[in-house]
């Protein structure tokens, strides 16, 4: 029940959301909850999650999730990229 009140809190909007990958206004809020989650820096044994924004357009995107994970990627590495495309 903890968790889902916590996962609850990150699906609502706040005013500084943007889409992540063209800085848009959001339409969408996803969660990303890798797979292997000590390939992005999680201790083992605990979980990592990420969340973004999509505008529109960039959900409707076929690669989607390619460019999301681009951007979570660079932005753990401090490789600064803003958007994917």
């Known amino acids: 029940m903890k968790e889902r ?10 005013p500084a959301d943007h889409c992540i990958l063209c800085g848009a206004k959001p339409a969408v809020i996803g969660i990303c909850v890798p797979e292997k989650p000590e390939t992005w820096g999680a201790l083992e044994g605990k979980a990592r999650l990420f969340r973004y924004c999509l505008c529109q357009d960039c959900n409707e ?5 390619e460019l999301v994970e681009k951007i979570i990627r660079s932005e753990l590495s401090g490789g600064g990229l803003t958007h994917a495309e």
């Open 5 to 14: 009140k916590k996962m609850a809190h990150a699906e609502r909007g706040i």
């Open 61 to 65: 995107k076929p690669d989607k999730a």
